[in-house]
């Protein structure tokens, strides 16, 4: 078992009226990063995006309405925004893919005023395109999924496809059908043929990437998350995904940390490669045909649960925030057998499992009893899981919570 060492927890607090930390849109993930500075006594600011859930949390110190990333003077908005708050020298954590693009591809005028957990563009493109990302794993012979170069309907007939597949933009840009669902399944090749034209439209400039499904659900599914400096892991943690929505392909709603040193050296390797710094979260899928450990995407960014890591003795945004403010750290690794639920996507998901006789009621009951975080629950701060639940009520009654 790996166990953490010299836990950033141990270092001294963050001096009072010192730097603090610019946290940008995302959901659940974003509450997560407050809470942990916060605790820590380093102020935060919230730039609300679709999400407002962090902007709840009593460790959000303020919290403004964000633009977007994809308005033309974002970046001068920033720049007003530091100058108006005085932020100069503070920590920004992009939670969404569009905000990643923004800071990295000006990274050097940014760099200038804030302090960033992301390196440049002509780094940080690796992982925010798919389709580089997956040319860099060929390069470094670690496995993915068979993909396909697909760019026109008439070239479905001349390839020897298996299916399912999935569709997915190569780089998440703009709001639509294809990048809100991130990926469409397809059985066979009518619906393919059904769908094709309308996801790369949607797909946007970075062009569609036609990959296989590989077979299993969330139970064959690992993350690995760190934060790197220089390409070398400072803090990293691997994790599995014990149930997810959708179950084939979601984001996770039940995760445990384990011990995989496979999984460990393939993602290490892949970062080493690039000399990647900052906060980064891959996901790999066990693939029960051949035995092998296949990539399927890297989120550069703050990512869902990354406050699991409070429970498995680690912490992920205060590590980035001492590492962005020049601090010196020890190598750390979280420990295997912590756990995290997003308790309300989470439910629906163990509710189907035990109507189909894979999860019994007190399984899922003991489940409570593991030394667990949550995604939005806090006894600490309480407020953004009382505005989240309803919330998820909500749109369980108004859409149907299916897949």
Sequence with gaps: MHTPVNSPQTASPARPGGPGAVVIGGDCGAVGVVRSL???????????????LAAYSRYTTRHLSWPGAEHPGAVGWLKDLARRQRLDGWTLFPSADEEVRLISQHHDELSSIFRLCIPAWETTR??????LTYQKAAELHIDYPR???????????????????????????????LTQSKVWRVADRDALAQVFDDAVSMAGS????????????????????AVCQDGR??????????RQ?????????????????????LAERL??????????????????????????????RVWTWNSIGNIAGVDFPLTMWRLAQGETLPRMRARSGS??????????????????????????????????AFATFAMDDPKPWLVDFPMSLKRWFAKGYRQ
């Excluded at 929505?245 to 050296?265: L, M, Q, R, W």
Aim: proline fraction near 7%; glycine fraction near 8%.
């Design 147 to 177: 993909t396909y170069e697909i760019w026109k309907a008439s070239d479905l007939a001349d390839e020897d496809l298996r299916f399912p597949l999935i569709l997915k933009p190569a780089v998440k840009a703009g709001d639509n059908a």
């Design 233 to 242: 892991p400072v803090l990293s943690m691997v994790a599995l995904r014990l």
């Design 339 to 372: 756990y995290w639920m997003y308790l309300s996507r989470d439910f629906p998901e163990a509710c189907r499992e035990i109507f189909a006789g894979t999860l019994s009621p007190v399984q899922y009951l003991r489940s409570f009893f593991k030394p667990m």
């Design 271 to 300: 970062l080493a490669s690039i000399g990647y710094s900052g906060m980064v979260e891959m996901e790999f899928k066990l693939d029960s045909r051949d035995g092998s450990y296949k990539l399927l995407d890297v989120n550069p």
């Design 245 to 265: 929505h959708p179950a084939n392909f979601g984001t996770g709603t039940f995760v445990e940390t384990v011990d995989n040193e496979v999984i460990e050296t």
């Design 38 to 52: 916060g605790r820590a006594g380093i102020p935060t600011v919230f730039l609300r995006g679709r999400n407002p």
């Design 126 to 131: 690796w992982f925010a395109n798919k389709a």
């Design 206 to 225: 970075g062009g569609l990437i036609v990959q296989e499904l590989v077979p299993g659900d969330g139970s064959s599914q690992f993350s690995y998350a």
